[in-house]
């Protein structure tokens, strides 16, 4: 990739940024450290990697993309509005009655959203169906199911229950991303319930193991082209993200796990300030 590529996926990484923190100010209400943290990842997919058309969001041959973390859908809906989808203002409207914007996606209030998703845990399931359904179809190759999943929900049981089939199916147009960034609502993973050794665990359960830095754009793209060259076995890509990415005072605190801006810990930052602020470090940023 041209130096010229990688920073227009990093402003757009930003932007994302920028545009799920005002919303989140809007809100009063949301979760602030993972959605930032994933941007990059975000910004890769919808601007370089997937297969999409905002144009025709139901294209059937379209790639999918499957939110199982539901909670961080702030940069999902920031992604998808600077995509092309749907205005960049609609963002503004964000957890608010009537807005197609829910605190947690709804396939049924906006359709261009591939599944609905709250329980943590589902989302895999969901993905290994899609997956097998193109394999019955003879669609195996020709798209991929994209499953974004967070480190907290590998607490929940179903969601091993969906690596153990995709393990034997030996699902190769599935690949999940998991946002590994040590933090839950309550602290940090390993101390609420501790996930390693986690790479271990998938490549026994028949899976081909990808770790990145989740922050880095082109080790991004180097683990994604990765990816698409795996055979025979489904694939995750573990990305190591710093929750709250971009903004000083969120940067690896759970406490921001799920506070927006004016409702964080006050220790650095007054609650009457953390937007202001906030905003001020990301537009500070240059590329």
Not at 52 to 77: A, F, M, Q, T
């Amino acid at each position: 990739m041209s130096a010229e590529e990688i920073k227009h996926l990093q402003k757009k990484a930003n932007d994302i940024r920028i545009s799920l923190i005002e919303a989140l100010i809007e809100a009063k209400s949301g979760h602030s450290g993972g959605p930032l943290g994933m941007a990059d990842i975000f910004s890769v997919l919808y601007f370089k990697e997937m297969k999409h058309d905002p144009k025709n969001p139901e294209w059937e041959e379209r790639d999918r993309l499957v939110l199982s973390n539901g909670h961080i859908c702030p940069v999902l809906y920031s992604a998808m509005a600077h995509a092309g989808y749907f205005p960049v203002e609609e963002l503004k409207t964000l957890r608010k009655f009537g807005s197609r914007l829910q605190g947690h996606p709804h396939r049924e209030y906006l359709p261009m959203l591939e599944n609905s998703s709250g329980p943590l845990g589902s989302g895999l399931s969901q993905a290994v169906g899609m997956a097998l359904a193109d394999r019955i179809d003879g669609k195996q190759n020709d798209r991929i199911v994209w499953c974004l999943t967070s480190d907290g929900e590998h607490n929940e049981g179903n969601t091993w229950e969906a690596v153990l089939l995709a393990g034997k199916e030996k699902l190769h147009n599935l690949i999940q991303i998991i946002d590994r960034n040590y933090i839950q609502i309550d602290g940090n993973t390993e101390e609420i319930m501790p996930l390693d050794p986690f790479v271990e665990k998938y490549k026994a359960f028949n899976w081909h193991v990808i770790e990145i830095n989740g922050n880095d754009i082109l080790d991004i793209i180097r683990g994604i082209k990765e990816a698409r060259s795996v055979e025979n076995k489904p694939v995750i890509i573990v990305a190591d993200t710093v929750p709250g990415k971009g903004v000083s005072f969120m940067e690896n605190r759970y406490e921001w796990h799920g506070n927006p801006p004016g409702k964080g810990p006050e220790d650095v930052v007054t609650k009457d300030k953390q937007g202001e602020v906030a905003l001020k470090e990301l537009r500070a940023i240059n590329f």
